[in-house]
Nanobody, 120 residues
Framework: QVQLVESGGGLVQAGGSLRLSCVASGSIVSINTMGWYRQAPGKQRELVAA???????NYADSVKGRFTISRDNAKNTVYLQMNSLKSEDTGVYYC??????????????WGQGTQVTVSS
């Protein structure tokens, strides 16, 4: 089994910064794409940023220039540095990873989510 555990969420004022971390653990052989999604109250879950095992990155237009995704493959960890936060960035942030386990199957796993609240 595989677990993804996020940390780093919290309450911050507009214009501030937060850094989210997500560690994957379990019967992991390799991790392909890792990413962050968020869900605001009353809205659908949306992709924030993603990064492949080779380091290629993809961002939602709304966070380009403000957020940076990175990963440490040796630690099975993905990060999201969030700067110049806005009230519309408020939501639950979920980590996701496409994991190949010792069973040889690739499965998309999700973390439990971490709350980010930006006060204006």
């Amino acid at each position: 089994q595989v677990q993804l555990v996020e940390s780093g969420g919290g309450l911050v004022q507009a214009g501030g910064s937060l850094r989210l971390s997500c560690v994957a653990s379990g019967s992991i052989v390799s991790i392909n794409t890792m990413g962050w999604y968020r869900q605001a109250p009353g809205k659908q879950r949306e992709l924030v940023a993603a990064i492949t095992s080779g380091g290629s990155k993809n961002y939602a237009d709304s966070v380009k220039g403000r957020f940076t995704i990175s990963r440490d493959n040796a630690k099975n960890t993905v990060y999201l540095q969030m700067n110049s936060l806005k009230s519309e960035d408020t939501g639950v942030y979920y980590c996701t990873g496409v994991v190949r386990t010792t069973s040889a199957y690739e499965t998309n796993y999700w973390g439990q989510g971490t709350q980010v609240t930006v006060s204006s």
